[in-house]
């Protein structure tokens, strides 16, 4: 344990207000912080991303935010490339890697040096089963999927095509259900001396501030965040505009939906996404819950929580 590098990580699902506490425990531990987020990586999608601003940032060095176009694909193959460069960056300059942000998977992949299938292993089964997406509905190659492998039917979402085809793809190059396969690097143990918090609310409460935080996109000009993505060529087929927020206003404006179905869409599919985000963290082994109402919903109360922890763990005192 003790020849493991340290490394902080703080998650939780969309909205429960990771960044203000993950700034506060980057200061007072001499850290930098890697965002785990799909989204954030890309310049020119700050609004639908809640991206966090140079002035919340108070200071701190941010790793992976605003390194790629929205043309250009990210993946968990180029997470984990970056991800783990800049653990080594910060590392070597004698400061403590924070990683925040709620990609779980991502998360996953660093932690325990998850290995994947080669991606570029054969082009023509993923162009097959783009195509009879795009000819039958992506419902129609998740049973596709939901045939050969139901655990990962169950936990891929049909309309994340790109999992739902890298599981068949997977299947059909290996002889083997990619479920099995990452449950077994899961089983992996841990490449870092790591403390892993995640921060979880009330349900009520969760679904409220999405709401909040919607709404707070929409009149802060989500709409024409978007708009200007469609001019620079930004289409519906891209990573980048696959994302919550940028979808379903991409539909309004191809006028394929109304707003009002627009804004429906995204908050109900944003309390399905938190849902399955918690779901996540619970599989996972050797993770500290810090549930608000545990801490009567004092931000600053879970905060010294979260440092007492990190200090005994550490056998360093920090303070607030």
């Known amino acids: 344990m003790m020849n493991k590098q340290p490394l902080i990580i703080i998650t939780g699902p969309t909205a429960v207000g990771k960044t203000e506490n993950s700034i506060k425990i980057a200061k007072a531990v001499n850290g930098e912080i890697i965002s785990a987020d799909s989204m954030q990586v890309y310049r020119h999608m700050d ?46 300059r004698g400061r403590m890697p924070v990683i925040v942000g709620g990609t779980g998977f991502y998360i996953q992949a660093v932690l325990k040096g998850v290995e994947f299938a080669d991606e570029e292993a054969d082009g023509s089964i993923r162009k097959e089963l ?5 000819l039958k509905g992506n ?40 479920s099995v396969h990452n449950a077994r690097e ?65 539909s309004y404006l191809n006028g394929e939906i109304s707003y009002d179905e627009a804004v429906y869409i995204l908050k109900r599919d944003t309390r399905h996404f938190a849902k399955r985000q918690i779901t996540w963290f619970k599989r996972e082994k050797d993770v500290i819950w810090m549930n608000y109402p545990d801490y009567h919903q004092d931000k600053q109360e879970m905060l010294q929580a979260m440092l007492k922890k990190i200090g005994e763990h550490y056998g360093i005192k920090y303070d607030v």
Request: charge should be negative; charged fraction near 35%.
């Open 47 to 92: 609004i639908g991303t809640a991206k966090i601003t140079q002035e919340e940032m108070d200071g701190v060095p941010h790793h992976l935010i605003d390194c790629l176009e929205p043309v250009e694909d990210f993946n968990i193959f180029r997470f984990k490339q970056m991800a783990d460069a800049a653990i080594r960056d910060i590392a070597g």
């Open 130 to 134: 783009q195509d009879m997406a795009a």
């Open 139 to 178: 419902e129609y190659v998740h049973e596709m999927l939901r045939k050969i492998d139901p655990e990962s039917a169950d936990a891929i979402h049909a309309n994340n095509l790109k999992r739902v085809i890298r599981a068949i793809e997977y299947y059909r190059l290996t002889g083997e259900k990619i």
């Open 186 to 250: 899961s089983e992996k143990e841990s490449l870092y001396d790591s403390l892993y918090f995640v921060i979880n609310n009330d349900r009520e409460i969760l679904y409220q501030r999405i709401e909040e935080r919607i709404d707070r996109m929409l009149s802060d000009g989500l709409v024409k965040e978007v708009e200007k993505l469609k001019e620079m060529g930004c289409t519906k087929d891209m990573v980048s505009m696959k994302g919550l927020g940028y979808k379903e206003i991409l």
